[in-house]
């Protein structure tokens, strides 16, 4: 029997770091049951240097990444997504795209770790904010979803983003 892969987007506001961290995470946590791809309303243009520098210190691949307008994945020929989870809280309060086939979403609020002070800082505040989704993504993943209804299915997402560690 073949198993479903889900779409799922990963929403912020510049797509600079926590989204780009939730696409690769999504990738390499779901294990093929998962396709992940991030954007943002107002993409910054590039993804967060920390962002990369944390992701190349995990050993995860950066090629390909970078910063995307959701516009291109509201159009026409653009995958149909099954979740969409926004990271932080400009982008939940945004007016977002009609997604086609009503996907689940949840809002999955993450601190920003791109504008802090300080290499150290920094390094600490990307791996809190990877540490943080990580988890939240692996609570996802053991939900059996193909058996859940529509409500308690977004009942548990709201619940995996109040997930603090």
């Known amino acids: 029997m073949d198993q479903k892969t889900y779409n799922v987007l990963v929403l912020c506001t510049g797509n600079s770091a926590r989204s780009i961290l939730g696409e690769v995470l999504f990738n390499v946590l779901g294990k093929g049951k998962f396709k992940a791809y991030s954007a943002g309303s107002k993409p910054a243009g590039k993804v967060n240097p920390g962002a990369l520098e944390w992701l190349q210190h995990q050993g995860y691949a950066t090629e390909g990444l970078r910063s995307k307008s959701w516009d291109e994945f509201a159009a026409s020929d653009a995958p149909e997504f099954d ?25 999955w609020g993450i601190p920003d770790p791109a504008h802090i002070e300080g290499d150290e800082a920094r390094r600490a505040a990307f791996n809190r904010a990877a540490e943080q989704l990580a988890r ?16 308690t299915l977004k009942e548990k997402l709201a619940e995996i983003g109040r997930v603090a560690d």
């Open 136 to 151: 939240r993504i692996q609570l996802f993943m053991s939900l059996p979803i193909e058996k859940m209804d529509k409500l």
């Open 83 to 107: 979740f969409i989870f926004t990271v932080c809280d400009n982008a939940a309060g945004e007016a977002c795209p009609l997604w086609l086939g009503k996907p689940a979403t949840a809002h």
